[in-house]
Nanobody
Framework: VQLQASGGGLVQAGGSLRLSCEVS????????MGWYRQAPGKQRELVAT???????NTADSVKGRFTIFRNNPKNTVHLQMNSLQPEDTAVYYC???????????????WGQGTLVTVSS
């Protein structure tokens, strides 16, 4: 199972970016998908998650600015980030919670991270 994240980059404050993550490999079912981020010198934190039914959970710090959505047939998850601020600067990691086989264990998978830099 591999997660390929893309869409990071440099943007000015107030700008927008869209992150995408594509899951490939042998998977029976993807349950949860989400984005986490880690700023320099800080711990990794949850940004937003979405279940297979479309229920979302978004961090208060990005609520109203970031939107997570997924495409189940394509095994992709996206994070639309608007009104970006310098404090959003971080490496963003894609996460998937999935079952590789029917009746198997729930497993966590992580992407390689994509850097988002917001200049003031």
């Amino acid at each position: 199972v591999q997660l390929q994240a893309s869409g990071g980059g440099l943007v000015q404050a107030g700008g927008s970016l869209r992150l995408s993550c594509e899951v490939s490999g042998s998977i029976f079912k993807i349950a949860d998908m989400g984005w986490y981020r880690q700023a320099p010198g800080k711990q990794r934190e949850l940004v937003a998650t979405i279940t297979s039914d479309g229920n979302t959970n978004t961090a208060d710090s990005v609520k109203g600015r970031f939107t997570i959505f997924r495409n189940n047939p394509k095994n992709t998850v996206h994070l639309q980030m608007n009104s970006l601020q310098p404090e959003d600067t971080a490496v963003y990691y894609c996460h998937v919670g999935a079952y590789r086989v029917y009746g198997g264990r729930y497993r966590d998978y992580w992407g390689q991270g994509t850097l988002v830099t917001v200049s003031s």
